[in-house]
């Protein structure tokens, strides 16, 4: 299993994730500080204070990578880093350190690949309103300029957002992420003015000159798949396929909302909040889609009719309770192409938790993570044979890391981190994906 000559294999992680350091250098509080320090919102109390420590350590997790082969770093940038409050001067000592890790990761062969919003808004902007009121769409673009003139010519790939959704839906609606609100219509106008920062920023970025730069946005999609034949799950699908993929992609590819996800929370179409000319920037071409995929979405209707995910019975589940199904991925990227077009896409996150340890060798023999990553890779591979523009593949992720509300309780990464002493032990995992990466594909299983 070949892939195309220049197919790019790479590692992502997120800011909050790994860095730590939030108090240095100038760095303002984001929401996920306030968050995580709030009692009772993340597993045992733990916090992205420390995290990897990546800040003062990306000259080690550089060559960690170059070491391995690895061709592409994803990264995020902290908004808080480069302006404290999210507004007004640059934070210099903040930008600068994304200076030393685009240069560092140049040196050594490693393309990199920067997101711009991995969901730490600055604090301050939070205080008034967040991604609720337009304000915010706005200060994101100017800060996605400030970035983007500072770095745009040493980093090729661009990514607004990352996961609008889980923003909007874990962040607003449901809670569990921060800021820790819980209004379905918060989240419903926190994925508008989302979306509307990435058209905003993407028009502020063009407007600067792209070059040879790619600019996109990253969605987390699923396919979604009725419990049973009953019309009430189909229904209940129905309605989460809308919700979780559509309210998104129609947008972005057809610069329309599906009304029936504002219809379903007693919202009237089109809202106030979206204006005449919105949709025409948030639907301005985008030169790629990255795709986050985890899992398939099974659905059945709860007693309110409203969709319940369920686990497959007998389904192998990672240590996230996800079910594993490879042939999603396919089932996703085919479908997409059917859908919206023949869109260049980039698998910008995949991966899995599994309960890793460290043996008394100093070993991490992760074999559950090398079979899903082989499935997974497999089924990208026959999403390119059937046609799909598939460019590169950054797996999730390089490092253990603050895994959100779960704290450090979930490992994803292909490097082992012990947290205590800081020290990174490649895994099984790692040797395998390097070995990948030098035949650019797949061994034949027998």
């Known amino acids: 299993m ?22 240095e250098d100038g760095r303002g509080p984001s929401i996920w500080d306030v968050f995580s320090h709030t009692p009772g919102k993340v597993y045992r109390g733990d916090t992205g204070d420390i995290a990897c420590d ?25 908004w808080p880093r480069v302006q404290p409050d999210g507004k007004g001067g640059v934070n210099r000592r903040g930008l600068d350190h994304y200076r030393r890790l685009v ?10 690949a920067i997101t711009l919003y991995h969901w730490d808004l600055p604090q301050a902007l939070e205080d008034e309103g967040g991604w609720t009121v337009r304000e915010t769409s706005e200060r994101f673009a100017e800060y996605a300029a400030i970035v983007y003139e500072a770095l745009k010519d040493e980093v090729p790939l661009w990514i607004t957002l990352n996961e609008p959704w889980v923003s909007a839906w874990m962040g607003y609606g449901y809670g569990r992420h921060a800021p820790g609100r819980t209004s379905a219509s918060d989240a419903l106008s926190a994925t508008h003015h989302l979306l509307l920062g990435h058209g905003l920023a993407l028009e502020r970025m063009r407007d600067i000159g792209t070059g040879e730069n790619s600019i996109g946005i990253t969605l987390n999609l699923s396919p979604v798949r009725p419990f049973s034949k009953d019309g009430a799950d189909i229904e209940a699908a129905r309605k989460e396929e809308a919700q979780a993929n559509r309210l998104y992609l129609d947008p972005v590819f057809r610069g329309s909302y599906p009304e029936e996800v504002f219809e379903r929370y007693g919202r009237r179409v089109p809202p106030e909040y979206v204006r005449d000319g919105d ?22 209707a709860g007693e309110d009719g409203e969709p319940e ?25 085919v479908g ?111």
Request: charged share 25%; no cysteine.
């Open 279 to 300: 949709l025409e920037k948030i639907s301005a071409p985008v030169d790629f889609l990255g795709v986050n995929y985890y899992f398939v979405k099974t659905v059945r």
């Open 2 to 23: 070949r892939f195309p000559e220049g197919f790019l294999w790479g590692v992502a992680t997120a800011a909050y994730q790994v860095e730590g350091a939030v108090e």
């Open 336 to 446: 997409l192409k059917e859908d919206y077009g023949d869109i260049p896409v980039y698998i910008t996150e995949n991966g899995a938790a599994f309960y890793d340890y460290s043996d008394p060798e100093g070993d991490v023999d992760d074999e559950e993570r090398v079979r899903f990553l082989q499935d997974h890779f497999a089924a990208a591979w026959k999403a390119i044979e059937g046609g799909v523009d598939l460019r590169g593949y950054f797996v999730w992720s390089l490092l253990d890391n603050f895994e959100w509300a779960e704290g450090y309780s979930r490992r994803f990464g292909i490097v082992y981190v012990d947290y205590p002493t800081q020290r990174r032990i490649p895994k099984a995992s790692a040797r395998w994906y390097s070995g990948v990466i030098s035949r650019n594909g797949l061994e034949d299983p027998a």
């Open 54 to 78: 990546q800040y003062h350590r990306w000259e080690e997790d550089a060559e960690l990578m170059a070491g391995l082969g690895i061709g592409a770093y994803r990264f995020s940038v902290s």
């Open 309 to 333: 995910l369920v686990v497959p019975e007998g389904a192998e589940k990672t240590a996230m309770g996800w079910p594993i199904e490879s042939g999603g991925l396919t089932e996703l990227l």
């Open 103 to 112: 240069g560092g990761l140049r040196e050594r062969g490693i393309v990199p």
